[in-house]
């Protein structure tokens, strides 16, 4: 009688956990993850935010949600054969008002739709200013480097561990809201985790965003790039998580190749999601060309320079605001003028 309690009472648990099981996808197996990149087009484009945001909030807030900069400026990509955004999220917006935040997607996602151009969508980042906070936000300062751009969530996870809660709901939701969405290529769910020296403090929240993603179970891929080998304990997470791997690498053509030769060992397809600094040799004329014949997604820091101050570098601040002699990042100008016509021209040329 006891054997026989006993045998129904595991039974039960195993079937338990069996269908919770259910709920969460596995990662994609390296076939599916390479089929599904051969389906798509040389994906080639840039990190974009209009050039009338600072940061991720003023971009998605209500009050500064800016349609018709952000219509113009997808032009100027298409303009020149650019096919695919990576755009941050932030999830202060959607705790102020999730529907109007989730609408202000749809609407982005039309507009990108328009021009040809496809989205990766960005959840949580690690990088610049910390304790972001709604409403206005302050005005860049002369000549440093995203002087406004906001971590997510930053400290506060690390200080107020019930935050985690309201981040699994704004996840979840914005996911399943768009799981579906073919405009949508990818999620990148976390950008730099261990950046802002958090290190290994990151490895809970990432492992808690790749958790929510496989529930959420979207059609589209999931990853979480790398991008400092000093990280060895979250690259390692990532690269085992990862759908499709995703990288930075702002070094010369030659570090480059290096780097994509040691994740080509993975057997993934690549997509490079930040690249192009153009005082670190990092630049379109020796990068791009090599991504296209690697057949990796090619994805540039700046579109448009403009409230983030990314045309000056991050360590070579102006603060009086001069022109910088040569600009870290960025295409266009605000009106559409290129800031280097030679550069634009090659860049049509690889993407005919």
């Avoid at 985690?164 to 809201?177: P, Q």
């Avoid at 891929?221 to 995703?246: C, H, M, R, Y």
């Avoid at 997604?297 to 403009?306: E, F, H, M, P, R």
Wanted: proline share 6%; with cysteine; charged share 20%.
């Amino acid at each position: 009688m006891y054997k026989s309690s006993m045998f129904h009472v595991l039974l039960v648990c195993a079937v338990m956990l069996f269908a919770c099981g259910q709920g969460e996808r596995s990662i994609w197996s390296k076939e599916k993850a390479n089929e599904w990149y051969a389906s798509k087009p040389w994906m080639r484009g840039s990190d974009f935010i209009p050039s009338t945001a600072i940061n991720q909030l003023e971009m998605w807030q209500a009050a500064t949600f800016d349609s018709a900069t952000i219509d113009r400026e997808l032009g100027y990509a298409e303009g020149i054969g650019l096919n695919t955004m990576r755009v941050y999220l932030h999830h202060l917006p959607w705790v102020e008002d999730a529907a109007g935040f989730k609408g202000r997607m749809t609407k982005y996602l039309e507009i990108a739709k328009k021009h040809g151009i496809s989205t990766i969508f960005v959840f949580f980042d690690d990088c610049w200013n910390d304790n972001p906070a709604s409403g206005p936000q302050p005005a860049p300062k002369p000549g440093i480097h995203n002087s406004g751009w906001v971590r997510d969530p930053g400290s506060a996870i690390h200080t107020s561990p019930k935050l985690a809660d309201t981040l699994e709901t704004y996840v979840k939701d914005v996911m399943k809201t768009f799981a579906n969405d073919d405009r949508i290529v990818l999620w990148d769910l976390y950008n730099e985790p261990g950046n802002s020296n958090y290190g290994n403090q990151s490895m809970d929240l990432l492992q808690k965003v790749f958790h929510w993603g496989r529930e959420a179970n979207p059609s589209q891929p999931l990853s979480a790039g790398v991008w400092l080998p000093a990280l060895a304990d979250l690259n390692k997470f990532q690269l085992e998580n990862s759908d499709v791997i995703t990288y930075h690498n702002y070094n010369d053509e030659h570090a480059h190749q290096e780097a994509i030769d040691t994740l080509r060992k993975f057997g993934r397809p690549l997509i490079c999601t930040e690249y192009m600094a153009r005082t670190r040799n990092s630049r379109f004329d020796n990068i791009l060309p090599l991504l296209k014949k690697e057949k990796i997604a090619a994805i540039n820091w700046g579109l448009v320079a403009g409230k983030t101050n990314t045309k000056y570098a991050w360590n070579d601040p102006k603060p009086n605001g001069d022109e910088p002699a040569v600009w870290f990042h960025d295409i266009f100008w605000p009106d559409g003028k290129p800031y280097d016509s030679t550069e634009v021209n090659l860049i049509k040329s690889l993407t005919k």
